[in-house]
């Protein structure tokens, strides 16, 4: 009798088993999925990274534009015999021509 009551037992314990067992692989699993999310989060696939590039040369070439009003404005000022603006449109002028090697060059058109 104590038999057939063992396995009832366990027969009875069975659903509970399978919670236990998917708990087991989810738990055993855990370490590869966060490694694997992990690993998405760090790499940047081309596309991404094509269009962080296209957005950083935008940012670059809407600065210069900005740049080149505001220095046209303080050559202007400047040729009127303002000295701060001379010295301000050197100052521009010096930001634009670190800017303008890392953008680049439009090919000319025939």
């Known amino acids: 009798m ?3 009551l063992a396995i009832a037992a366990m027969i009875a314990a069975m659903p509970l088993l399978g919670g236990c067992v998917r708990t087991v692989a989810s738990v055993v699993t855990a ?5 694997s999310r992990a690993a998405d989060l760090a790499t940047t696939s081309q596309s991404e990274a094509d269009e962080n590039r296209g957005r950083e040369l935008r940012r670059r070439e809407e ?3 900005q740049l080149e009003r505001r220095y046209e404005d303080k050559a202007e000022d400047c040729d009127r015999g ?3 603006a001379c010295r301000e449109a050197i ?3 010096r930001e ?3 800017i303008l090697p890392t953008l680049p060059v439009e090919p ?3």
């Open 82 to 84: 303002d000295d701060d």
């Open 31 to 35: 370490p590869v999925r966060v490694a």
């Open 63 to 65: 600065r210069v534009g």
């Open 91 to 93: 100052a521009i002028r």
């Open 108 to 110: 000319e058109r025939d």
């Open 2 to 4: 104590p038999r057939k």
């Open 96 to 98: 634009i021509d670190e």
